[in-house]
C-alpha cells in the first residue's frame, strides 16, 4: 500500500524519529552550555529516451558549435561538486522558463560525472506530480574531461519534451479546463526542476558463495545511485540507471530497484532462480556489473525559495565554519521537538517510524526510544521555561 503524504515527507528528507531524538539530546545540551559543538544532521543547505533529436543538440550539430567546443577541451578539469552543479542548474530553470532549450549554455568543464538526470514537477504542492524528465550519460570513465552544461542541456530538453507530451494528454481529458491550452513558456513558469548529477562510481561485488541477499547490504538506500551494465553476447552492453531521488519518490526499497534495473537491462525477471543466480554472479566473470554513485541533489523547494542542495545523511560541521550559530541551534531544536510532538499519541506512546530500507513500519516505538525521545521533551522544555 503506498505511504501517505507524512510518510512520504518523512522517506525523502530521510528523517527517522529516533536520530531526530538523539540530534534533539545534543541540541538541547548545547542549548544549556554542556556541549561547545553541534553536528548537522540530514537538512537541506542555503527512462525510456524520446525518438526525436533534442533540438538544443540539433541545433549546435547545425552550426557546427558541438565540434568547436570539443577542440576547446581542456585536458583537465575540476572534479564536480555543488557549484559547478548550482549553475547547471540555473541555466536549466532559464530554458525551462523559455519553454525550450533557446540557446547552448557556456561549457562547464569538470571531471567526475557519470551522468545526470532532469526532473519537471508542478509547483504549489508537497512532492508535486512529476510532469517530465530526462537523463543524459557522459561517455568515458571518471577521470574524462566532460562538459556538464551540454550533459543539463540534453536532459532538460527531453524533460520539456515530456513535460508538452503529458500537458497535451491531460487536456484530452473530458474534464480539461476551458480556459484554453497553456504555451510552452506558460508550463515552464508553473514547473519546479530538480537535477540531480551522478558522480564518483564505484563497482560493487559479490564474492563467490555469497548469499545473494548479501547484495541488498552493499549501498545506501536514498544515497546511492545504481548503474547495472550487461555486456551483450553478440552487440553493445546493456545500461540501466536507478537515481536514489527517484527511487525514494517512488517508495522503491532496494529488492524493488535491483528487479527494476535487471528488468531494464532485459533480464526475465519472472525467472526467479534464474534472477538469483546472475545475482551471484554480479562483479564476476560473465556476470553483470553492478556499481554505486553518489549525487549532487539541486532543487528549488518553492518558487520563492532559493536554490538548495539536498544532503541525505550526517554531515560533521567545524567550529570554523561558522555555519551553526545560537539562534541555528535553536531554530533547530524547536523543529526536532515539534517532530517528536507529532509523533506522540494521546496515552502518550510514540508512534514506530517507517524504514523504508527494509519497508517495515512497527506498530509503536519499543521502550527505550520512547524514554529517550520524552527525555528531549522535558530537556527542551527546561530550556523553553528559562529562556
Not at 208 to 232: M, P
Not at 248 to 263: H, I, K, T, V
Request: one cysteine or more.
Amino acid at each position: 500500500m503506498p505511504p501517505d503524504h507524512a510518510r512520504r515527507g518523512l522517506m525523502l528528507c530521510r528523517c527517522n524519529i529516533w536520530p531526530a531524538a538523539a540530534m534533539a539530546l545534543l541540541l538541547a545540551a548545547a542549548l544549556t552550555g554542556a556541549m561547545p559543538h553541534a553536528a548537522a544532521g540530514a537538512q537541506p543547505q542555503a527512462q525510456a529516451q524520446p525518438q526525436r533529436q533534442p533540438q538544443a543538440q540539433a541545433q549546435a550539430q547545425d552550426h557546427g558549435q558541438d565540434d568547436v567546443r570539443d577542440l576547446r577541451r581542456p585536458q583537465t578539469a575540476v572534479r564536480v561538486d555543488y557549484s559547478e552543479a548550482r549553475q547547471a542548474f540555473v541555466e536549466a530553470e532559464r530554458w525551462v522558463r523559455d519553454g525550450a532549450v533557446s540557446e547552448p549554455a557556456r561549457p562547464i568543464w569538470v571531471r567526475g560525472v557519470i551522468g545526470v538526470r532532469v526532473d519537471l514537477r508542478w509547483a504549489g504542492m508537497p512532492a508535486g506530480p512529476r510532469m517530465g524528465f530526462g537523463e543524459a550519460y557522459a561517455d568515458g570513465d571518471e577521470e574524462s574531461v566532460v562538459n556538464l552544461a551540454r550533459l543539463v542541456q540534453q536532459a532538460t530538453d527531453d524533460a520539456i519534451l515530456r513535460m508538452e507530451r503529458a500537458y497535451r494528454r491531460a487536456m484530452e481529458s473530458p474534464d480539461r479546463p476551458e480556459d484554453g491550452l497553456l504555451s510552452a513558456e506558460q508550463l515552464g513558469a508553473r514547473m519546479l526542476l530538480e537535477l540531480q548529477v551522478g558522480r564518483g562510481g564505484e563497482a560493487i561485488r559479490m564474492d563467490v558463495g555469497e548469499d545473494a541477499n548479501a547484495i541488498f547490504h552493499k549501498w545506501a538506500v536514498g544515497y546511492h545511485g545504481l548503474r547495472l551494465i550487461r555486456e551483450g553476447d553478440d552487440g553493445p552492453a546493456r545500461t540501466a540507471v536507478m537515481w536514489p531521488a527517484t527511487a525514494l519518490a517512488g517508495n522503491l526499497g532496494p529488492e524493488s530497484q535491483l528487479y527494476r534495473l535487471m528488468a531494464d537491462a532485459d533480464y526475465d525477471v519472472a525467472d526467479g532462480p534464474q534472477i538469483r543466480k546472475q545475482i551471484e554472479r554480479i562483479g564476476q566473470l560473465q556476470g553483470p556489473r553492478l556499481e554505486r554513485f553518489a549525487i549532487i541533489h539541486v532543487v528549488r523547494p518553492s518558487r520563492t525559495s532559493p536554490i538548495t542542495q539536498l544532503v541525505r545523511g550526517n554531515r560533521p560541521v567545524r567550529p570554523a565554519d561558522r555555519e551553526v550559530d545560537m539562534p541555528t541551534l535553536a531554530a533547530m531544536g524547536q523543529r526536532m521537538a515539534s517532530h517528536l510532538v507529532n509523533r506522540q499519541r494521546r496515552d502518550g506512546s510514540f508512534a514506530g517510524t517507517y524504514e523504508p530500507s527494509r519497508d517495515n513500519e512497527p506498530a509503536a516505538a519499543s521502550p527505550g526510544d520512547t524514554a529517550l525521545a520524552l527525555y528531549a521533551l522535558v530537556r527542551r522544555l527546561e530550556w523553553i521555561s528559562r529562556h
